[in-house]
């Protein structure tokens, strides 16, 4: 492994927790009572996403744009002051640090909230790239912001390892010859057969990797 690519929410930071909500208080600012299908969307689908199939499912008068600002707010809070690191994610990043490996995040995450990620834990010790998919034009739903971010690094694809903790971003990744890490997260039961099944390892917490020295 040459390259780390983490993404941020649910995987390095404990914070799916919140987004779960996102999509709900959007709704609520329209007086439209929320169905199961509000309340899973994020996780199935991913930030850019979502906001499109609120836009669209709802018919709110909105653009895909504005719902993800209104999510954004709906979240802003808590990542100032609640969401918290993964166990054992910042003793895994300096285990890469020492071994020469960069590590990147790559999320669908907005540029504010990760500035806020990154200033909290202090991050930019250890990572050298914060990308998201509106900087780079594409979303992990698409092999095209992998092929940018290696390009980006002077690295070839199979040198990649994805830390993931949803499903959309592993199939993308896996065709691509990147190998993959699924990382559980209690916000994503529905989610941890297919990473079990389908990465190329799966961890609890990043202190399994540690203790076996992995990267």
Same mark, same amino acid.
């Given at each position: 492994?040459?390259?780390?690519?983490?993404?941020?929410?649910?995987?390095?930071?404990?914070?799916?927790?919140?987004?779960?909500?996102?999509?709900?208080?959007?709704?609520?600012?329209?007086?439209?009572?929320?169905?199961?299908?509000?309340?899973?969307?994020?996780?199935?689908?991913?930030?850019?996403?979502?906001?499109?199939?609120?836009?669209?499912?709802?018919?709110?008068?909105?653009?895909?744009? @504005?719902?993800?600002?209104?999510?954004?707010?709906?979240?802003? &809070?808590?990542?100032? $002051?609640? %969401?918290?690191? +993964? /166990?054992?994610?910042?003793?895994?990043?300096?285990?890469?640090?020492?071994?020469?490996?960069?590590?990147?995040?790559?999320?669908?995450?907005?540029?504010?909230?990760?500035?806020?990620?990154?200033?909290?834990?202090?991050?930019?010790?250890?990572?050298?790239?914060?990308?998201?998919?509106?900087?780079?034009?594409?979303?992990?739903?698409?092999?095209?912001?992998?092929?940018?971010?290696?390009?980006?690094?002077?690295?070839?694809?199979?040198?990649?390892?994805?830390? @993931?903790?949803?499903?959309?971003?592993?199939?993308?990744?896996? &065709?691509?010859?990147? $190998?993959? %890490?699924?990382? +559980? /997260?209690?916000?994503?039961?529905?989610?941890?057969?297919?990473?079990?099944?389908?990465?190329?390892?799966?961890?609890?917490?990043?202190?399994?990797?540690?203790?076996?020295?992995?990267?």
């Amino acid at each position: 492994m040459k390259i780390a690519l983490f993404d941020m929410d649910g995987t390095l930071v404990d914070s799916m927790w919140v987004w779960e909500n996102a999509p709900v208080e959007v709704l609520r600012r329209f007086d439209i009572e929320p169905d199961a299908a509000a309340f899973s969307v994020f996780r199935e689908k991913g930030y850019r996403e979502t906001a499109k199939f609120l836009v669209n499912r709802y018919n709110l008068p909105i653009t895909s744009h @504005e719902a993800m600002v209104m999510m954004d707010e709906a979240v802003m &809070p808590a990542y100032r $002051k609640d %969401v918290s690191l +993964k /166990d054992g994610a910042l003793d895994y990043l300096r285990l890469l640090q020492e071994k020469h490996v960069k590590c990147c995040i790559l999320t669908a995450n907005n540029s504010e909230l990760v500035d806020i990620v990154k200033e909290r834990f202090g991050l930019d010790k250890y990572i050298s790239g914060f990308i998201t998919a509106a900087g780079i034009g594409s979303t992990k739903a698409e092999p095209e912001i992998f092929i940018k971010v290696s390009l980006l690094y002077g690295a070839q694809l199979s040198d990649c390892v994805l830390f @993931e903790d949803s499903s959309y971003a592993i199939k993308t990744a896996k &065709p691509l010859g990147i $190998k993959t %890490v699924g990382v +559980k /997260d209690p916000f994503g039961e529905d989610q941890q057969e297919y990473l079990q099944d389908n990465c190329d390892r799966y961890v609890a917490s990043f202190r399994e990797l540690i203790a076996h020295d992995i990267f």
